[in-house]
């Protein structure tokens, strides 16, 4: 009897998993290279918050990657997917008051700055 791992195959830079209708792309995946430009924000801004375009300011200016960020929340116990981190930048999503003091913890910025720009 095939198992679930010997049914999921590799072929070329595309994993492919049974039973799920997706093709997932790893040619990016594990390669060690970064992509050389980010993708533009495609749609303006939310209005669900008002912290998200200091956090990706802040995240950008100090050089991290969203995935990092998701990490370092994750360890303080804030579980957010790429796509919760990706919508609270964008202002799409609320913030609660736990991730807002860990995203200024972990941004070494002031909760007020967040909030308002002001007070950095």
């Known amino acids: 009897m095939e198992t679930d791992r010997q049914k999921n195959r590799h072929e070329g830079n595309l ?21 050389s430009a980010m993708r533009p924000r495609n749609k303006p801004l939310g209005d669900k918050n008002l912290i998200g375009s200091r956090v990706e300011t802040a995240r950008k200016s ?23 981190l990706s919508k609270l930048e964008g202002q799409i ?24 720009g002001k007070g950095s």
């Open 15 to 35: 994993l492919i998993f049974s039973g799920i209708s997706s093709i997932i792309d790893v040619s990016s995946h594990d390669s060690g290279q970064e992509e």
């Open 62 to 84: 100090q050089g991290m990657k969203q995935k990092e960020l998701l990490a370092q929340l994750q360890v303080r116990g804030v579980d957010l997917n790429a796509s919760g």
């Open 93 to 116: 999503r609320f913030v609660t008051d736990f991730e807002l003091l860990a995203l200024s913890e972990i941004l070494n910025v002031p909760v007020v700055w967040l909030l308002t």
